[in-house]
């Protein structure tokens, strides 16, 4: 199993990837939301603990923009 931690000896279950970013929408001048597409591809290892291959999803995300005039994901 070791092969299957990442440096903070946590298990790789496998890929994200972000398919699309659809709606996006400024609602401030420092504030913007926008949908989005995923899907995970799971390694042995993710397939093994949740008996699939890949899943798919949408959600919603909120981007905040910093004083610095960059724009960034806050973690919850």
Do not use: C, Y
């Not at 790789?12 to 709606?23: A, M, Q, R, Y």
């Amino acid at each position: 199993m070791k092969p299957l931690l990442d440096a903070s000896g946590n298990l790789k279950g496998g890929t994200i990837k972000i398919d699309e970013v659809h709606n996006l929408l400024l609602e401030t001048d420092a504030i913007a939301t926008a949908q989005f597409a995923m899907h995970i591809d799971f390694n042995a290892a993710g397939g093994a603990v949740l008996g699939k291959t890949t899943v798919a999803d949408q959600g919603n995300v909120t981007f905040r923009k910093q004083p610095d005039g960059t724009w960034v994901l806050p973690s919850n």
